[in-house]
Protein backbone atom coordinates (compact mmCIF):
# COMPACT_ATOMS: atom_id res chain seq x y z
CA UNK A 1 0.00 0.00 0.00
CA UNK A 2 2.46 2.46 0.65
CA UNK A 3 4.88 1.64 -2.03
CA UNK A 4 1.04 1.95 -4.25
CA UNK A 5 0.76 5.46 -2.69
CA UNK A 6 3.91 6.90 -3.41
CA UNK A 7 3.86 6.38 -7.08
CA UNK A 8 0.11 8.05 -6.74
CA UNK A 9 1.22 10.92 -5.04
CA UNK A 10 4.36 11.56 -7.33
CA UNK A 11 2.46 11.52 -10.08
CA UNK A 12 0.06 13.95 -8.56
CA UNK A 13 2.77 16.42 -7.73
CA UNK A 14 4.32 16.22 -11.00
CA UNK A 15 1.50 16.17 -13.14
CA UNK A 16 1.69 18.43 -15.95
CA UNK A 17 5.20 19.05 -15.92
CA UNK A 18 5.88 16.23 -18.69
CA UNK A 19 8.37 16.23 -21.25
CA UNK A 20 6.01 15.76 -25.07
CA UNK A 21 8.28 12.62 -25.91
CA UNK A 22 5.69 9.74 -25.78
CA UNK A 23 5.97 6.15 -27.21
CA UNK A 24 5.91 6.52 -31.18
CA UNK A 25 7.21 5.36 -34.04
CA UNK A 26 10.51 7.01 -33.19
CA UNK A 27 10.66 5.59 -29.77
CA UNK A 28 8.78 2.45 -30.42
CA UNK A 29 9.71 0.12 -27.29
CA UNK A 30 9.00 0.56 -23.76
CA UNK A 31 9.14 -1.30 -20.24
CA UNK A 32 7.33 -0.76 -16.97
CA UNK A 33 8.24 -1.84 -13.82
CA UNK A 34 6.09 -1.30 -10.79
CA UNK A 35 3.19 -2.51 -8.37
CA UNK A 36 0.02 -4.11 -8.60
CA UNK A 37 -3.55 -4.56 -6.32
CA UNK A 38 -6.06 -6.89 -6.82
CA UNK A 39 -9.62 -6.34 -5.95
CA UNK A 40 -12.47 -8.43 -6.23
CA UNK A 41 -15.52 -6.59 -4.45
CA UNK A 42 -16.80 -4.03 -6.95
CA UNK A 43 -17.47 -6.12 -9.68
CA UNK A 44 -21.19 -6.72 -10.12
CA UNK A 45 -22.85 -9.11 -6.83
CA UNK A 46 -23.97 -12.27 -8.36
CA UNK A 47 -22.82 -16.16 -7.16
CA UNK A 48 -21.10 -16.74 -10.93
CA UNK A 49 -17.33 -18.10 -9.94
CA UNK A 50 -15.42 -19.28 -6.91
CA UNK A 51 -16.72 -16.28 -4.85
CA UNK A 52 -20.20 -15.99 -3.28
CA UNK A 53 -22.15 -13.12 -3.82
CA UNK A 54 -21.70 -11.98 -0.47
CA UNK A 55 -18.29 -10.94 -0.87
CA UNK A 56 -19.35 -8.77 -3.64
CA UNK A 57 -20.35 -5.24 -4.52
CA UNK A 58 -22.59 -3.65 -8.00
CA UNK A 59 -19.80 -3.05 -10.49
CA UNK A 60 -17.76 -0.20 -9.47
CA UNK A 61 -18.54 -0.33 -5.83
CA UNK A 62 -16.36 1.24 -3.45
CA UNK A 63 -13.99 1.38 -6.40
CA UNK A 64 -11.73 3.49 -4.33
CA UNK A 65 -11.59 1.74 -1.41
CA UNK A 66 -7.94 1.12 -1.32
CA UNK A 67 -7.74 -0.29 2.74
CA UNK A 68 -10.45 -2.89 2.70
CA UNK A 69 -10.40 -4.28 -0.82
CA UNK A 70 -7.10 -3.41 -2.48
CA UNK A 71 -4.44 -6.67 -2.08
CA UNK A 72 -1.14 -5.06 -2.56
CA UNK A 73 2.33 -6.34 -1.84
CA UNK A 74 5.42 -4.41 -0.55
CA UNK A 75 7.35 -5.10 -3.43
CA UNK A 76 7.89 -5.02 -7.27
CA UNK A 77 4.70 -6.71 -7.99
CA UNK A 78 4.29 -6.20 -11.82
CA UNK A 79 6.80 -6.08 -15.41
CA UNK A 80 5.48 -5.60 -18.68
CA UNK A 81 7.26 -4.74 -21.99
CA UNK A 82 4.86 -3.27 -25.11
CA UNK A 83 5.41 -1.93 -28.43
CA UNK A 84 4.16 0.64 -30.26
CA UNK A 85 2.59 -0.54 -33.64
CA UNK A 86 1.47 2.20 -35.66
CA UNK A 87 -1.43 4.59 -35.92
CA UNK A 88 -1.67 5.16 -31.86
CA UNK A 89 -2.10 1.47 -31.08
CA UNK A 90 0.29 -0.24 -28.19
CA UNK A 91 0.79 -3.76 -27.41
CA UNK A 92 2.18 -4.69 -24.22
CA UNK A 93 2.83 -8.10 -22.79
CA UNK A 94 2.75 -8.08 -18.59
CA UNK A 95 3.45 -10.47 -16.33
CA UNK A 96 2.40 -9.73 -12.01
CA UNK A 97 2.81 -11.31 -8.57
CA UNK A 98 0.60 -10.70 -5.61
CA UNK A 99 -1.01 -12.29 -2.38
CA UNK A 100 -4.63 -12.44 -1.86
CA UNK A 101 -5.62 -11.61 1.67
CA UNK A 102 -8.87 -9.66 1.49
CA UNK A 103 -12.12 -10.83 -0.86
CA UNK A 104 -14.41 -7.88 -0.84
CA UNK A 105 -14.74 -7.29 3.29
CA UNK A 106 -13.54 -10.71 4.53
CA UNK A 107 -10.21 -12.20 5.32
CA UNK A 108 -8.61 -14.88 3.30
CA UNK A 109 -5.95 -17.08 3.76
CA UNK A 110 -2.44 -15.63 2.19
CA UNK A 111 -3.49 -16.64 -1.35
CA UNK A 112 -0.61 -16.73 -4.59
CA UNK A 113 -1.81 -14.99 -7.41
CA UNK A 114 -0.16 -14.81 -10.77
CA UNK A 115 -1.13 -13.10 -14.05
CA UNK A 116 0.51 -12.75 -17.42
CA UNK A 117 -1.66 -10.86 -19.95
CA UNK A 118 -1.63 -8.94 -23.18
CA UNK A 119 -3.22 -6.23 -24.03
CA UNK A 120 -3.60 -3.65 -27.23
CA UNK A 121 -4.37 -0.30 -26.02
CA UNK A 122 -5.28 2.73 -27.69
CA UNK A 123 -3.78 6.46 -27.16
CA UNK A 124 -5.48 9.05 -27.35
CA UNK A 125 -3.27 11.51 -26.55
CA UNK A 126 -3.01 13.12 -30.16
CA UNK A 127 -7.00 13.81 -29.94
CA UNK A 128 -6.75 15.54 -26.90
CA UNK A 129 -3.80 17.34 -26.71
CA UNK A 130 -2.49 17.46 -30.30
CA UNK A 131 0.43 15.72 -30.98
CA UNK A 132 3.65 16.03 -28.80
CA UNK A 133 1.34 16.19 -25.45
CA UNK A 134 2.60 14.77 -22.08
CA UNK A 135 -1.26 13.64 -21.03
CA UNK A 136 -1.57 10.19 -22.52
CA UNK A 137 -4.89 8.37 -21.65
CA UNK A 138 -5.36 5.41 -23.64
CA UNK A 139 -8.36 2.38 -23.89
CA UNK A 140 -7.52 -0.82 -24.22
CA UNK A 141 -8.95 -4.76 -24.47
CA UNK A 142 -7.45 -7.96 -24.01
CA UNK A 143 -7.16 -11.05 -22.64
CA UNK A 144 -4.45 -13.47 -20.53
CA UNK A 145 -4.41 -15.93 -17.79
CA UNK A 146 -4.48 -15.90 -14.19
CA UNK A 147 -3.92 -18.24 -11.22
CA UNK A 148 -5.20 -18.02 -7.73
CA UNK A 149 -4.04 -20.37 -5.42
CA UNK A 150 -2.24 -22.45 -8.10
CA UNK A 151 -5.92 -22.72 -9.78
CA UNK A 152 -5.70 -21.39 -13.35
CA UNK A 153 -8.73 -19.37 -15.39
CA UNK A 154 -8.69 -17.22 -18.67
CA UNK A 155 -10.10 -13.86 -18.71
CA UNK A 156 -11.37 -11.37 -21.17
CA UNK A 157 -9.54 -8.07 -20.28
CA UNK A 158 -10.80 -4.17 -20.72
CA UNK A 159 -8.88 -1.50 -19.69
CA UNK A 160 -7.74 2.50 -19.05
CA UNK A 161 -4.50 3.71 -18.28
CA UNK A 162 -2.74 7.23 -17.93
CA UNK A 163 0.55 8.12 -19.03
CA UNK A 164 1.99 10.98 -17.73
CA UNK A 165 5.37 11.62 -19.68
CA UNK A 166 7.98 13.49 -17.16
CA UNK A 167 11.26 13.74 -19.30
CA UNK A 168 12.28 12.52 -22.32
CA UNK A 169 12.35 8.58 -21.78
CA UNK A 170 10.38 7.93 -19.05
CA UNK A 171 6.72 8.66 -17.29
CA UNK A 172 4.50 6.88 -15.35
CA UNK A 173 1.90 4.60 -16.08
CA UNK A 174 -1.56 4.50 -13.89
CA UNK A 175 -3.80 1.79 -15.25
CA UNK A 176 -6.94 -0.43 -14.04
CA UNK A 177 -8.04 -3.62 -16.04
CA UNK A 178 -11.23 -5.33 -15.52
CA UNK A 179 -10.84 -9.14 -15.81
CA UNK A 180 -13.56 -10.97 -16.63
CA UNK A 181 -12.99 -14.63 -15.96
CA UNK A 182 -14.10 -17.20 -18.06
CA UNK A 183 -14.16 -20.76 -16.03
CA UNK A 184 -17.77 -20.33 -13.69
CA UNK A 185 -16.63 -22.39 -11.59
CA UNK A 186 -12.83 -21.82 -10.84
CA UNK A 187 -12.71 -18.23 -11.86
CA UNK A 188 -12.67 -14.71 -10.08
CA UNK A 189 -13.76 -11.66 -11.83
CA UNK A 190 -11.85 -8.55 -10.64
CA UNK A 191 -10.23 -5.33 -11.28
CA UNK A 192 -6.58 -5.39 -10.85
CA UNK A 193 -4.62 -1.69 -10.80
CA UNK A 194 -1.46 -0.86 -11.40
CA UNK A 195 0.82 2.03 -11.46
CA UNK A 196 4.55 2.09 -12.75
CA UNK A 197 7.52 3.95 -14.07
CA UNK A 198 7.98 3.30 -17.63
CA UNK A 199 11.26 3.81 -19.86
CA UNK A 200 10.74 3.85 -23.64
CA UNK A 201 13.62 3.09 -25.66
CA UNK A 202 14.59 2.15 -29.39
CA UNK A 203 14.30 5.75 -30.53
CA UNK A 204 14.71 5.88 -34.37
CA UNK A 205 18.21 7.96 -35.61
CA UNK A 206 18.22 7.10 -39.58
CA UNK A 207 21.26 9.30 -40.32
CA UNK A 208 23.64 8.72 -36.87
CA UNK A 209 23.79 12.31 -35.98
CA UNK A 210 22.87 11.68 -32.65
CA UNK A 211 18.95 13.44 -32.82
CA UNK A 212 16.40 11.13 -33.34
CA UNK A 213 14.04 11.39 -36.34
CA UNK A 214 11.19 12.62 -34.31
CA UNK A 215 13.38 15.87 -33.25
CA UNK A 216 15.39 15.59 -36.65
CA UNK A 217 14.51 17.71 -39.42
CA UNK A 218 16.53 16.02 -41.93
CA UNK A 219 16.21 12.81 -40.57
CA UNK A 220 18.34 11.04 -43.48
CA UNK A 221 21.06 12.96 -43.62
CA UNK A 222 23.62 13.43 -40.57
CA UNK A 223 23.68 17.05 -39.19
CA UNK A 224 24.50 19.52 -36.22
CA UNK A 225 22.01 20.04 -33.32
CA UNK A 226 21.99 24.11 -33.90
CA UNK A 227 20.16 23.36 -36.93
CA UNK A 228 17.61 20.76 -35.90
CA UNK A 229 19.61 18.17 -37.06
CA UNK A 230 20.16 19.45 -40.85
CA UNK A 231 24.16 20.03 -42.05
CA UNK A 232 26.06 22.98 -42.98
CA UNK A 233 28.38 20.90 -45.24
CA UNK A 234 30.57 24.18 -46.16
CA UNK A 235 31.00 25.13 -42.35
CA UNK A 236 30.17 28.96 -43.77
CA UNK A 237 27.27 29.47 -40.86
CA UNK A 238 24.28 28.99 -43.38
CA UNK A 239 22.94 25.00 -43.00
CA UNK A 240 22.20 23.40 -46.47
CA UNK A 241 18.34 24.11 -46.97
CA UNK A 242 19.33 27.45 -47.32
CA UNK A 243 22.46 27.74 -48.68
CA UNK A 244 22.50 27.89 -52.47
CA UNK A 245 26.19 26.41 -52.56
CA UNK A 246 26.33 24.02 -49.87
CA UNK A 247 29.64 22.81 -51.25
CA UNK A 248 31.18 25.74 -50.97
CA UNK A 249 31.98 28.48 -48.09
CA UNK A 250 30.15 31.87 -48.84
CA UNK A 251 28.31 34.95 -47.89
CA UNK A 252 24.99 35.47 -46.51
CA UNK A 253 24.19 38.22 -48.75
CA UNK A 254 24.54 35.72 -51.75
CA UNK A 255 22.40 33.00 -50.10
CA UNK A 256 25.85 31.27 -48.60
CA UNK A 257 27.26 31.29 -52.47
CA UNK A 258 30.87 33.24 -52.49
CA UNK A 259 31.82 35.84 -55.54
CA UNK A 260 35.07 34.73 -56.42
CA UNK A 261 35.95 37.65 -59.06
CA UNK A 262 34.48 40.38 -56.95
CA UNK A 263 31.72 41.38 -59.85
CA UNK A 264 28.99 41.93 -57.42
CA UNK A 265 27.98 38.54 -58.76
CA UNK A 266 27.59 35.07 -57.17
CA UNK A 267 29.26 32.74 -58.65
CA UNK A 268 26.16 30.05 -58.71
CA UNK A 269 24.56 33.04 -61.42
CA UNK A 270 28.03 33.74 -62.63
CA UNK A 271 28.82 32.15 -66.00
CA UNK A 272 32.46 33.16 -65.86
CA UNK A 273 32.66 33.59 -62.03
CA UNK A 274 36.77 33.63 -62.28
CA UNK A 275 36.34 36.82 -64.31
CA UNK A 276 34.88 40.01 -63.64
CA UNK A 277 31.76 40.75 -66.14
CA UNK A 278 28.68 42.27 -67.04
CA UNK A 279 25.33 41.25 -65.25
CA UNK A 280 23.38 41.65 -68.72
CA UNK A 281 26.15 38.73 -70.13
CA UNK A 282 25.68 36.75 -66.24
CA UNK A 283 29.00 37.53 -65.20
CA UNK A 284 31.00 37.35 -68.58
CA UNK A 285 33.31 39.58 -70.19
CA UNK A 286 32.61 41.19 -73.74
CA UNK A 287 35.89 42.79 -75.13
CA UNK A 288 34.48 44.15 -78.49
CA UNK A 289 31.04 44.88 -77.25
CA UNK A 290 28.90 42.47 -79.66
CA UNK A 291 26.70 41.02 -77.09
CA UNK A 292 28.47 38.24 -77.10
CA UNK A 293 30.76 36.75 -74.25
CA UNK A 294 34.02 36.45 -75.00
CA UNK A 295 33.54 32.71 -74.20
CA UNK A 296 31.57 32.43 -76.84
CA UNK A 297 32.86 34.53 -79.24
CA UNK A 298 35.11 32.72 -81.91
CA UNK A 299 36.14 36.20 -82.50
CA UNK A 300 35.97 38.65 -79.08
CA UNK A 301 38.13 41.09 -80.65
CA UNK A 302 36.34 41.70 -83.91
CA UNK A 303 32.26 42.43 -83.45
CA UNK A 304 30.21 39.90 -85.55
CA UNK A 305 26.65 38.72 -85.11
CA UNK A 306 25.60 36.22 -82.70
CA UNK A 307 24.83 34.05 -85.68
CA UNK A 308 28.04 33.65 -87.21
CA UNK A 309 29.13 32.97 -82.94
CA UNK A 310 30.39 36.75 -83.02
CA UNK A 311 32.16 36.86 -86.03
CA UNK A 312 31.68 38.81 -89.42
CA UNK A 313 30.14 36.74 -92.40
CA UNK A 314 33.04 35.24 -94.56
CA UNK A 315 32.61 34.15 -98.23
CA UNK A 316 34.43 30.77 -98.64
CA UNK A 317 34.17 30.71 -101.95
CA UNK A 318 33.92 33.94 -103.59
CA UNK A 319 30.65 33.57 -105.16
CA UNK A 320 28.93 36.38 -103.66
CA UNK A 321 26.86 34.70 -101.56
CA UNK A 322 27.72 34.99 -97.95
CA UNK A 323 28.00 32.08 -95.79
CA UNK A 324 25.02 32.26 -94.11
CA UNK A 325 22.72 32.46 -97.09
CA UNK A 326 25.52 29.94 -99.33
CA UNK A 327 24.23 26.47 -99.71
CA UNK A 328 27.09 25.59 -100.98
CA UNK A 329 29.52 27.81 -99.11
CA UNK A 330 32.70 25.91 -100.82
CA UNK A 331 31.70 25.37 -103.84
CA UNK A 332 30.58 28.62 -106.24
CA UNK A 333 27.28 28.86 -107.53
CA UNK A 334 24.94 31.65 -108.52
CA UNK A 335 22.83 34.04 -106.56
CA UNK A 336 19.53 32.57 -107.71
CA UNK A 337 20.57 29.09 -106.81
CA UNK A 338 21.52 29.80 -103.22
CA UNK A 339 25.17 29.97 -104.02
CA UNK A 340 24.66 26.47 -105.18
CA UNK A 341 26.23 25.89 -108.86
CA UNK A 342 23.31 24.85 -111.69
CA UNK A 343 22.98 22.26 -113.33
CA UNK A 344 23.15 22.62 -117.01
CA UNK A 345 21.80 21.11 -120.21
CA UNK A 346 25.55 20.08 -121.17
CA UNK A 347 25.65 18.43 -117.86
CA UNK A 348 22.04 16.39 -118.19
CA UNK A 349 23.87 15.21 -121.76
CA UNK A 350 26.93 14.21 -120.32
CA UNK A 351 25.31 12.35 -117.64
CA UNK A 352 22.95 10.39 -120.23
CA UNK A 353 26.06 9.83 -122.37
CA UNK A 354 27.07 8.01 -119.49
CA UNK A 355 24.28 6.42 -118.34
CA UNK A 356 23.04 5.24 -122.03
CA UNK A 357 26.22 2.63 -121.58
CA UNK A 358 25.42 1.15 -118.22
CA UNK A 359 25.30 -2.74 -119.18
CA UNK A 360 22.83 -5.26 -117.22
CA UNK A 361 22.91 -9.19 -117.47
CA UNK A 362 21.06 -10.51 -119.99
CA UNK A 363 17.29 -10.71 -118.98
CA UNK A 364 17.74 -9.06 -116.02
CA UNK A 365 18.66 -6.35 -113.48
CA UNK A 366 21.99 -7.08 -112.18
CA UNK A 367 24.68 -4.34 -113.49
CA UNK A 368 27.40 -5.72 -115.30
CA UNK A 369 30.89 -5.52 -113.19
CA UNK A 370 32.46 -3.55 -116.51
CA UNK A 371 29.70 -0.41 -115.76
CA UNK A 372 31.11 0.20 -112.43
CA UNK A 373 33.67 2.81 -113.71
CA UNK A 374 30.77 4.35 -115.71
CA UNK A 375 29.06 4.65 -112.55
CA UNK A 376 31.45 6.69 -110.54
CA UNK A 377 31.49 8.87 -113.63
CA UNK A 378 27.85 10.00 -113.21
CA UNK A 379 28.31 9.78 -108.94
CA UNK A 380 31.55 12.60 -109.43
CA UNK A 381 29.49 14.64 -111.41
CA UNK A 382 26.10 14.09 -108.99
CA UNK A 383 28.84 15.42 -106.07
CA UNK A 384 28.94 18.65 -107.66
CA UNK A 385 25.95 19.76 -108.14
CA UNK A 386 25.09 18.66 -103.81
CA UNK A 387 21.70 20.34 -103.75
CA UNK A 388 20.41 18.93 -107.14
CA UNK A 389 17.96 16.16 -107.29
CA UNK A 390 18.36 13.55 -110.06
CA UNK A 391 15.65 11.19 -111.62
CA UNK A 392 17.13 7.58 -113.20
CA UNK A 393 14.67 6.57 -116.05
CA UNK A 394 14.36 2.70 -117.14
CA UNK A 395 13.38 1.94 -121.00
CA UNK A 396 13.46 -0.96 -123.05
CA UNK A 397 12.61 -1.98 -126.59
CA UNK A 398 9.21 -3.72 -127.64
CA UNK A 399 9.99 -7.05 -127.21
CA UNK A 400 8.32 -9.35 -124.44
CA UNK A 401 4.62 -8.39 -123.11
CA UNK A 402 4.10 -4.61 -121.85
CA UNK A 403 3.69 -6.04 -118.17
CA UNK A 404 7.38 -7.24 -118.38
CA UNK A 405 8.92 -5.03 -119.92
CA UNK A 406 7.84 -2.19 -117.86
CA UNK A 407 8.72 -4.10 -114.73
CA UNK A 408 12.04 -4.96 -115.97
CA UNK A 409 12.52 -1.40 -116.51
CA UNK A 410 11.43 -0.57 -112.68
CA UNK A 411 14.14 -2.89 -111.61
CA UNK A 412 17.02 -1.42 -113.57
CA UNK A 413 16.20 1.61 -112.91
CA UNK A 414 16.08 0.99 -109.30
CA UNK A 415 19.11 -0.89 -109.25
CA UNK A 416 21.16 2.17 -111.22
CA UNK A 417 19.55 4.38 -108.36
CA UNK A 418 20.75 1.95 -105.01
CA UNK A 419 24.27 1.59 -106.40
CA UNK A 420 24.47 5.30 -106.77
CA UNK A 421 23.71 5.54 -103.18
CA UNK A 422 26.38 3.00 -102.50
CA UNK A 423 29.37 5.18 -103.40
CA UNK A 424 28.18 8.01 -101.87
CA UNK A 425 25.07 9.91 -103.33
CA UNK A 426 22.38 10.38 -100.88
CA UNK A 427 19.12 8.75 -101.55
CA UNK A 428 17.05 11.96 -100.83
CA UNK A 429 18.68 13.56 -103.95
CA UNK A 430 17.48 10.51 -106.14
CA UNK A 431 14.09 8.95 -107.43
CA UNK A 432 13.91 5.90 -110.03
CA UNK A 433 11.19 4.78 -112.12
CA UNK A 434 10.44 2.51 -114.96
CA UNK A 435 8.49 3.52 -118.34
CA UNK A 436 9.14 -0.06 -120.11
CA UNK A 437 8.68 0.22 -123.64
CA UNK A 438 6.60 3.83 -123.92
CA UNK A 439 9.36 6.56 -124.48
CA UNK A 440 11.30 4.83 -127.85
CA UNK A 441 14.35 6.81 -129.60
CA UNK A 442 14.68 5.17 -132.43
CA UNK A 443 12.74 1.89 -134.07
CA UNK A 444 12.50 -0.85 -132.87
CA UNK A 445 12.30 -2.76 -136.15
CA UNK A 446 15.74 -3.03 -136.26
CA UNK A 447 18.26 -4.69 -134.35
CA UNK A 448 20.08 -0.98 -133.91
CA UNK A 449 17.06 0.75 -133.15
CA UNK A 450 16.20 -1.87 -130.14
CA UNK A 451 19.75 -1.51 -129.05
CA UNK A 452 19.47 2.06 -128.38
CA UNK A 453 15.57 1.58 -126.87
CA UNK A 454 17.00 -0.56 -124.30
CA UNK A 455 18.81 2.01 -121.81
CA UNK A 456 18.75 4.04 -119.03
CA UNK A 457 18.33 7.71 -118.74
CA UNK A 458 18.95 10.56 -116.01
CA UNK A 459 16.94 13.41 -115.57
CA UNK A 460 16.72 16.64 -113.00
CA UNK A 461 14.03 15.33 -110.20
CA UNK A 462 11.27 17.36 -109.95
CA UNK A 463 10.72 19.06 -106.91
Not at 31 to 42: K, L
Not at 252 to 281: H, S, W, Y
Request: hydrophobic residues 30%.
Amino acid sequence: MKHLNSILVAALLIFGVGVANAQDENNPWAIEIGFNAVDTFPVGVDDEGRLPAATKGDMFDEYFNVNDHWNIIPSVSRVSVSRYIGSGFIFTAAGSVNRITQVGDVRVDDLPYYSADGEVKYSLRDLINGPGGWFDPSLGIGGGYTWVDDVGFGTANALASVRIWLGENWGVNLQSTYKHAFEDEYGIQHFQHSAGVMFQFGGKDTDGDGIYDSEDECPETPGLPEFNGCPDTDGDGIEDRNDACPNTPGLAEFNGCPDTDGDGIPDNQDECPTVPGLAELNGCPDADGDGITDAEDECPNEAGPAANNGCPWPDRDGDGVLDKDDECPDVPGTVANNGCPEVTVEVINQLNEYSRTILFDYDKATIRQESYSTLQNIADIMKEYPTTGFHIEGHTDSRGSDSYNLDLSKRRAASVMNYLTTIGIPGDRLTSEGYGEANPIATNNTAAGRQQNRRVEISLKDE
